[in-house]
């Protein structure tokens, strides 16, 4: 190995060329991302994750073969990261696999591109660029995938466990802010070997001492990569201090901040079973799941709220498709036992269930035309039941595919393709999404307002950044204290998206310095504090998933008004639209002196 020259870089630009370096880095790279989320959890690797592929990026003599090899390493890698739909759709899964596994070599080429044409330093178009294209997947094509962001892996995913400083810098841009600060630390990586450390002519031969030896006079650091160095460790210093110093500020506030008690039902119904009962099945599971309810209502201190998972009831609850029924029939009557469980509990009752607006009736058979996933709020009337006409959120961001078809509603054929190939179902099960942001006002003796405001994200809402935004904030002003998700993550019962998942929700609590309270059939149920740390979990004999049981708390109200719920995503678009500048600039000039060439 040549003795290290301050005069040239380590790794020379178009300076590798060989297959195994273009198999082995790019598979570095997406193994220490694969390992830095649950379940293996070594979240420090993500700091660095990106070095080796960014490294190739600039260096490759091939970009060809580096946009091949990349792309085949970040497809294991998302195959890896989305085994889990496997159950719902095996197809679907490859399918998301091989459209975002793009984004990767993508960005990392325009990377390449920008240091070439326009001489900026990876460490500032790294970041820019990587947080740019996660924003992109996370909204595009279909309401995007926002999902196993580099910024991801900071947060906590277990009960107990704190999350990192530099993850509280997402209440000032969002969860893309995590994301650019840790591609900092891998674009420095880069910069610091793929250019020289000492500026040009200021050491050398008989001026700078002993003729040939090994002093070479003054030591001048590069101007250009010194400023980046000193920028970089700026920006990142501000923000891990920031990150120390705001834990404290939200336990301030919550410490006078309204409470409500809150408990979280788990129930742990396969979802085989909950999708495909015997009718002996469901009674059975509906009843355990009303004295799981009734069990809640019991603890002490009472609660003020006590919520029970999406889509747990055996069918749709709104008054009007329970006329459609014989009274006595089955889906009135598991009606009927919720509206009279909610009033032996005394207790308000937050519960998941269908919708059926429009429907019609054809050859004898029913033919639903709008139907929603809902959040219901069941009141006690005082009369020992609960109110007939509950409150209702519908769902609002639908899950492509899987609650909706994209697209597909022009061609019948491409429709009847993914009912049979792609869907867990054969039949048509697509929803309509929810209009409104339906906020529930709980009764509480621990709010000097006498209420406490809470919003119900269904699923996977609690996921998508700017809608929990329009949920809990409107205009940068605060309109409910406290999110409540509803989930059924019994399609993936055992397998690391439950803690995925989970780890997505402290995010959402973080940007919007909001706690989190998680009622999740089969887990991980459990809170969520402000300041992203899971506070406790619902278990038994140690273990939090496929198991059933309750947990309740008092959960301080939200009171702290982030940047992020001001400005929301402005300046990450912003950011974006600088990035795609600075592509067409370097595009532009890499035309100029081809042009320039071949004259």
Not at 318 to 326: D, K, Y
Not at 452 to 469: K, N
Not at 546 to 553: H, P
Request: charged residues 15%; positive net charge; proline residues 7%.
């Amino acid at each position: 190995m040549r003795p290290f020259n301050p005069d040239k870089p380590l790794l020379a630009p178009d300076s590798v060329r060989s297959l195994p370096a273009h198999l082995v880095l790019p598979a570095a790279s997406m193994a220490m991302l694969w390992a830095a989320f649950p379940e293996r959890g070594l979240w420090a690797l993500a700091w660095v994750a990106l070095a080796p592929v960014a490294v190739l990026a600039i260096t490759t003599a091939r970009p060809l073969l580096f946009a091949v090899c990349t792309y085949l390493a970040a497809l294991g890698w998302w195959l890896a990261m989305v085994y889990w739909m496997v159950p719902v759709t095996g197809l679907g899964m490859v399918l998301l696999s091989l459209s975002q596994a793009v984004y990767i070599p993508a960005a990392l080429l325009l990377v390449r591109v920008k240091r070439r044409r326009l001489h900026l330093p990876v460490t500032l178009t790294l970041p820019m660029v990587w947080t740019s294209f996660e924003w992109l997947r996370g909204a595009w094509p279909a309401g995007g995938f926002a999902w196993f962001y580099l910024g991801h892996t900071q947060a906590a995913a277990d009960a107990g466990q704190s999350p990192g400083w530099v993850v509280q810098s997402a209440d000032l841009f969002g969860e893309w802010t995590v994301s650019f600060l840790m591609a900092i630390v891998a674009a420095l990586v880069v910069d610091l070997l793929t250019q020289p450390w000492r500026a040009a002519g200021a050491a050398g031969g008989r001026e700078g001492g002993r003729e040939g030896g090994r002093e070479r006079g003054r030591w001048t650091p590069r101007p250009a990569l010194a400023a980046t160095v000193i920028a970089a460790a700026a920006v990142l210093g501000v923000a891990m201090l920031y990150g120390q110093q705001r834990p404290g500020a939200v336990e301030r506030a919550a410490a006078a901040a309204p409470q409500a008690v809150i408990a979280a039902v788990q129930t742990n119904i396969a979802q085989d079973v909950l999708h495909m009962p015997t009718r002996e099945q469901f009674q059975a599971d509906w009843r355990q799941t009303l004295a799981l309810l009734e069990q809640a209502a019991a603890g002490q201190p009472r609660p003020d709220l006590i919520v029970l998972p999406e889509s747990i009831a055996p069918g749709p609850l709104n008054a009007e498709a329970l006329g459609l029924f014989e009274p006595d029939s089955f889906y009135p009557k598991a009606a009927g036992d919720l509206q009279a469980a909610v009033g032996r509990a005394d207790a308000p009752v937050l519960v998941g269930a269908g919708a059926w607006e429009s429907w019609r009736i054809e050859n004898g058979a029913l033919h639903l035309d709008e139907r929603y996933n809902s959040a219901y709020l069941y009141v006690p009337d005082g009369e020992g039941g609960g109110r007939q006409h509950p409150v209702r959120y519908d769902k609002i961001h639908l899950v492509p595919f899987g609650e909706y078809l994209p697209w597909v509603d022009a061609w019948p054929w491409l429709r009847d393709f993914f009912f049979r190939h792609i869907s867990p179902w054969d039949f048509d099960y697509t929803l309509t999404p929810g209009r409104d942001r339906t906020i529930f006002s709980i009764e509480t003796a621990g709010s000097p307002a006498g209420q406490v405001r809470v919003v119900a994200p269904i699923c996977f809402e609690d996921a998508v950044a700017r809608l929990m935004r329009r949920m809990v904030f409107e205009s940068g002003a605060r309109r409910a204290d406290v999110m409540v998700n509803l989930t059924n993550d019994g399609w993936f019962a055992g397998t690391s998206q439950q803690r995925q998942h989970l780890q997505l929700a402290t995010l959402r609590s973080i940007e919007l310095r909001t706690p989190m309270v998680r009622s999740v059939n089969t887990g991980i149920s459990g809170f969520i504090d402000a300041a992203g740390r899971i506070e406790a979990v619902v278990s038994s004999d140690g273990r939090s998933r496929q198991v059933e049981g309750i947990a309740s708390m008092p959960v301080h109200s939200g009171t702290l008004t982030p940047l992020f719920a001001r400005v929301g995503q402005v300046p990450v678009v912003a950011m974006v639209l600088i990035t795609a500048l600075l592509a067409v600039a370097a595009l532009v000039l890499a035309k100029r002196q081809r042009s320039a060439r071949r004259r």
